[in-house]
């Protein structure tokens, strides 16, 4: 199949952007859209031109690293696939295909189709992780944790943090990520110490970079792991009930 | 690479992050006062509206109804003081549902960010009546005006009488361009309560696998009822159905 490729292209983030257009010919159905992209690549290297910078890591669907707008779907058309899980038998023969990056205030184009994505670190740094130590695997597993919770625990913790969930908001807003990393630990027993502190933490820096959530539910749609927004809603729960709660009476210091 | 170290001044929050400073000034927390705020507003426009439909009773019905309004729990508060607790609530709940959209607005107009995206966004779950909040609270927010000025202050009638509500009433949406102002008003407030009647859990932190489906249909209930209810009337009186001296 041949396709048409619209592609955003900027040498980096100080530099104007534009789109380019190129023509990919006798792509196979079952190629995937990266190895679509890496032949469109690999013909501009030949030709002395710059290849098109795109973000990607496993291929596999579990990292996170990709994610590009594409036709103005986040992912591409086909509903909880991460672009990296993407195929070319989604398109059609003589399609034009217009490639984007993720955009949003707090992601900087570093080149092409990559953005800086660090402002999710931030919002991990500020608590998605577990201090207290659980112990080895052993220890661990005498935890017990009653099965639903693990669950849902486990429905969150299938975020990869692609940023879909911001490209898809139409306010930019990163409620489903970091919900999904509030909810994945504060659903499980090793969670509880620093619960409260951890979700004012974490929404607060949240929103120093992002939007605020308006209840349209695209994140849901578009996010490759199909999180639902349920996960919103307990987070906004569990920051209300934090400005309740005497920290230092839960062993958490103010 | 280098990594984002500026803090973006998307969200800024102005130093006093004390207690309720901050949880006020969060985004979550302007959500939930918009959510309390929506309720009490929902509340306000139910009753309102069944109110209303006593014009159906006839004049007496509706002007005693009036009556009753402005003189609820008198002698024990004085006249009409029930009745300007409630419009100071209301004004109250007001200022602070816009206060919030308009904070809120803003700050999500910067956190977009200004490039926008080339190829046309295919929305899935954003439909019509939650992308229109804001622009349909505005026209909300004017019919509101015009409404207080055509029947409660009686300057755009000229027919008006202080008091006699349900004249007042039918010789406004004689008028044909008045009912039809009516009309569209109740159209957008029941986008509005659409969006709203849903938003809310989630807002307050609600959402449940165990009453989620129920909330889509209650939301579409109570739409549909205020604007069956409100616009009955306006359209009653084109139609003739409601006149002066019955
Ligand atoms: S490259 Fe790892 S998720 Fe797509």
Redo the contacts with the bound molecule.
């Keep these: 199949m041949d396709v048409t490729l619209r592609v955003w292209r900027q040498p980096d983030s100080a530099s104007e952007g534009g789109f380019a257009t190129y023509e990919a010919k006798g792509v196979s159905e079952d190629a995937s859209f990266f190895e679509m992209l890496d032949m469109v690549n690999e013909r501009l290297n030949d030709s002395g031109e710059e290849p098109i910078a795109f973000d ?12 590009v707008m594409i036709d103005g779907h986040p992912h591409g058309p086909q509903r909880g696939t ?4 993407l195929h070319m038998r989604k398109f059609k023969d003589g399609d034009t295909i217009v490639i984007e990056p993720w955009r949003a205030e707090a992601f900087r184009v570093v080149r092409d189709l990559v953005v800086d994505r660090s402002p999710f670190d931030k919002i991990i740094q500020a608590g998605g992780y577990i201090s207290v130590n659980v112990g080895a695997a052993q220890d661990a597993n005498e935890t017990l944790i009653p099965r639903p919770a693990a669950e849902a625990s486990m429905d969150a913790a299938a975020c ?1 943090g ?1 940023a879909a969930c911001v490209a898809a908001c139409p306010n930019g807003a990163a409620n489903l990520f970091t919900a999904a990393k509030i909810a994945h630990l504060g659903l499980l027993p090793q969670g509880q110490p620093e619960r409260y502190l951890r979700t004012v933490a974490m929404v607060e820096t949240m929103e120093d970079y992002f939007g605020s959530c308006r209840n349209y539910g695209e994140c849901e749609t578009a996010c490759p792991k199909s999180i639902s927004i349920d996960v919103i809603a307990w987070m906004n729960r569990d920051y209300v009930a934090a400005q309740w709660k005497n920290f230092r009476k839960q062993g958490q210091q103010v | 690479m280098t990594t984002t170290t500026r803090r973006l001044d998307v969200n800024r929050r102005s130093g006093w992050r004390s207690w309720l400073g901050s949880f006020f000034t969060s985004d979550i927390g302007m959500k939930w006062m918009m959510a309390l705020t929506g309720i009490g507003l929902l509340a306000y426009v139910l009753v309102h509206m069944i109110g209303n439909l006593k014009i159906y009773l006839g004049a007496e019905d509706l002007d005693h109804y009036a009556e009753a309004l402005r003189t609820l729990l008198y002698p024990i508060v004085p006249e009409t003081g029930v009745l300007w607790m409630f419009r100071f609530g209301l004004l109250a709940m007001f200022i602070i549902h816009m206060w919030s959209a308009i904070v809120l607005a803003l700050r999500n107009r910067r956190a977009r960010g200004t490039i926008r995206y080339t190829a046309k966004r295919q929305y899935l779950a954003a439909n019509y009546a939650n992308r229109t909040m804001l622009w349909g609270g505005v026209i909300i927010f004017l019919f509101l005006v015009y409404h207080i000025a055509d029947l409660t202050l009686g300057m755009t009638n000229p027919d008006f009488v202080e008091g006699a509500v349900y004249h007042n009433v039918i010789t406004s949406f004689q008028v044909w361009w008045v009912a039809l102002i009516y009309v569209v008003a109740q159209i957008a407030l029941a986008f509005h309560v659409y969006h709203g009647a849903w938003s809310v859990f989630q807002s307050l932190g609600m959402s449940n696998p165990r009453y989620d489906e129920w909330r889509r249909w209650m939301a579409v209930v109570f739409a549909l009822a205020l604007l069956i209810g409100n616009s009955s009337i306006p359209i009653a009186v084109q139609f003739g159905l409601l006149q002066v001296s019955g």
């Design positions: 990607s890591d496993c291929r596999e669907g579990i990292c996170g690293t990709c994610g991460a672009t990296c899980q990869i692609c």
